[in-house]
C-alpha cells in the first residue's frame, strides 16, 4: 500500500494533476469530494434538508459509493446509477460544503475512503487527506494557487461555458468557500506539518503534474535506499553468525535442542511421521541430505527424523532471513543462506566447509516448494557439491497422504567417490543431478 495525499482548496487543478498522476504512475485515483458530493446528490434527490439529521443519517447507511474505470474513464456510481455529471451541478455545487461540515457525513466518508484505498496504491485528493484520513500518507502535497488566479480562471471558463458572471463575483465566492474549508470544525483545510507545498498559480498543468510526479518518485526513491540500506545492514551481520564453525554456542545448542524436541512432538502428533529406511542413514561421516520440497511447514521433518542429533547445515534462499522468527530458526537449525540466481560464492564456500569438517549438508534441489510438479529446471548444485567433493548423496522422498500423514522415505546413499574432480563438467552434472532426482521421485511415488 502506497499512499500520496493530495489536499489543497478548491480550484487549484488539483482533481485534473491527480488524475494525470494516476494515469502516469499506476495508482489508484480517488477523489474524496466525490463522496461529499454524492451524498449531496442523494439528499437532493429526496428533498431532504440540511437540518434534517435523521433523514441524513439514513441516506448514510444506504448509499452505496462506487468509483469505477470504464474505457480509461473514472465514473462515480450511487447506487448503481453513473451520476459522474449529475454530482458537478451547479445545485450540488452550492449544497456541498455545508454537507461536508456536518461531522456524523464525516465520519462516515473517512471510513469509506480509507476502505476505498485498503492495499491498494493510491493518490487520494482531498482537503484533510494528509492530516486526517491518512496522516501517514508516503507523499503529502499541498497545491496551493491564489484565489485571483483561480477566480480568473473560473472566470475565463464561466465564460467560454457562456455562463454569467463577473470576474470579482467569482472572487468573492472563491474566498468565501477558501474561508468555509479553512474554518470547519472538522475535516478543516489545512497544510500537513510533512505536507510539500507546490505552488501551481503561475504554471500549467502538464508543468505542476510534473512537479508533483518528481515528488513522489523522489520519496520512493529514498524508501527503496532505505529498505536496501537496512536489509544490507542487517544481512552480512547475520550471516557472519551463519558461518561453519565447529564450535558453537552452548546457548544455541541448548535452545536448538529444546525446539527440536518440541517440534518432534509436534510433528509426530499433527502429521503421525512414519519413517522407512532408517538404516540407510551413513553411520558417520558427512553426507548431502536431498530431498523434495513439499511444503514450507514440513521442511523440518526432513531434519528431525532422518539424521538423529547430527549437525546439518541447511541450503535456503536468503529472503528467509527478513523476518525475524524465522531468522531465529535459521541461525539455530544452520543455515546457509544462498542468493538465488547469483553464483553465491559465499554460500558454495560455506557449504563445501560444512562438508570437509564432517558434517550434513542439506539441500532441496527443486529450490521451491513443489518445484517437480512445477516442472522447475532443477538446478545443478547438488550434483556440484558432490562430484566435486566425492561425498555420498542421501535421496529423501516425502510424501503427504490424502489423510495428512507423512511417509519419509531414506534410499540407499549414492556414492560419487569414484567420480571425485575439481571441475565437473555439464553433461557430468546434469546427469548427476537426473539421477539424484530421478531417486527422490522413485522414493516419493514408492512411499507406503
Ligand atoms: O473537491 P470538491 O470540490 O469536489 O469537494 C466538494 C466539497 O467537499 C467541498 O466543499 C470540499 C469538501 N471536501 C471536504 O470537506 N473534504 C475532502 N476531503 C474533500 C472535499
Redesign the pocket.
Given at each position: 500500500m502506497f499512499i500520496v495525499a493530495i489536499d489543497g482548496p478548491?480550484g487549484t487543478g488539483?482533481?485534473t494533476i491527480a488524475k494525470l498522476v494516476a494515469e502516469r504512475l499506476g495508482l489508484v485515483n480517488i477523489?474524496?469530494?466525490?463522496t461529499?458530493?454524492c451524498i449531496t446528490l442523494a439528499m437532493l434527490k429526496e428533498n431532504v434538508k440540511i437540518d434534517e439529521t435523521e433523514k441524513i443519517k439514513e441516506i448514510l447507511e444506504k448509499s452505496k459509493i462506487e468509483f469505477k474505470n470504464e474505457n480509461g474513464e473514472q465514473l462515480v456510481f450511487l447506487n448503481n446509477e453513473d451520476v459522474t455529471k449529475q454530482i458537478r451541478s451547479n445545485d450540488v455545487n452550492n449544497m456541498?460544503?455545508l454537507v461536508?461540515s456536518l461531522k456524523f457525513v464525516r465520519y462516515k466518508m473517512v471510513d469509506l475512503q480509507r476502505s476505498l484505498a485498503e492495499g491498494k496504491d493510491v493518490i487520494m485528493?482531498?482537503?484533510?487527506?494528509g492530516t486526517y484520513?491518512f496522516p501517514n500518507a508516503d507523499v503529502k502535497i499541498y497545491l496551493d494557487t491564489t484565489a485571483e488566479e483561480r477566480a480568473r480562471r473560473r472566470q475565463k471558463q464561466n465564460e467560454e461555458q457562456g455562463i454569467k458572471s463577473t470576474y470579482e463575483e467569482v472572487l468573492k465566492n472563491i474566498i468565501a468557500?477558501d474561508e468555509n474549508?479553512k474554518n470547519?470544525e472538522m475535516?478543516a483545510l489545512k497544510i500537513a506539518e510533512d505536507a510539500v507545498v507546490v505552488d501551481g498559480t503561475y504554471d500549467s498543468i502538464e508543468k505542476n503534474t510534473q512537479k508533483v510526479i518528481d515528488i513522489i518518485n523522489e520519496k520512493k526513491n529514498t524508501i527503496i535506499n532505505k529498505k536496501n540500506a537496512s536489509s544490507s545492514e542487517n544481512q552480512p551481520k547475520i550471516i557472519e553468525k551463519m558461518k561453519v564453525t565447529k564450535k558453537e554456542p552452548i546457548f544455541k545448542v541448548i535452545q536448538r535442542e529444546i525446539l527440536r524436541t518440541i517440534l518432534w512432538v509436534i510433528y509426530k502428533i499433527v502429521y503421525r511421521v512414519k519413517v522407512i529406511g532408517k538404516e540407510n542413514v551413513p553411520k558417520d561421516g558427512s553426507f548431502i541430505l536431498c530431498g523434495n520440497h513439499v511444503d514450507f511447514y514440513k521442511v523440518p521433518v526432513i531434519e528431525l527424523f532422518t539424521t538423529g542429533r547430527k549437525r546439518v547445515y541447511f541450503m535456503a534462499k536468503i529472503e528467509l532471513l527478513k523476518k525475524p522468527i524465522l531468522r531465529w530458526f535459521a541461525y539455530l537449525f544452520n543455515v546457509i543462506p544462498v542468493k538465488r540466481g547469483k553464483n553465491d560464492m559465499n554460500a558454495m564456500k560455506q557449504s563445501l566447509q560444512a562438508l570437509n569438517q564432517g558434517y550434513i549438508l542439506g539441500i532441496f534441489p527443486e529450490g521451491t516448494t513443489n518445484g517437480l510438479s512445477k516442472k522447475v529446471k532443477v538446478k545443478t548444485g547438488t550434483a556440484y557439491m558432490a562430484l566435486r567433493t566425492g561425498t555420498k548423496v542421501l535421496p529423501v522422498g516425502m510424501k503427504v497422504t490424502k489423510t495428512n500423514k507423512i511417509i519419509v522415505n531414506i534410499g540407499k546413499p549414492l556414492d560419487y567417490s569414484s567420480k571425485k574432480q575439481k571441475n565437473p563438467e555439464k553433461e557430468l552434472l546434469e546427469s548427476t543431478t537426473k539421477e539424484i532426482m530421478d531417486t527422490i521421485i522413485m522414493l516419493t511415488d514408492t512411499a507406503k
Open positions: 478548491a488539483k482533481g477523489d474524496t469530494g466525490a461529499y458530493r456541498v460544503s461536508s485528493e482531498g482537503r484533510d487527506i484520513v468557500r474549508d470547519k475535516g
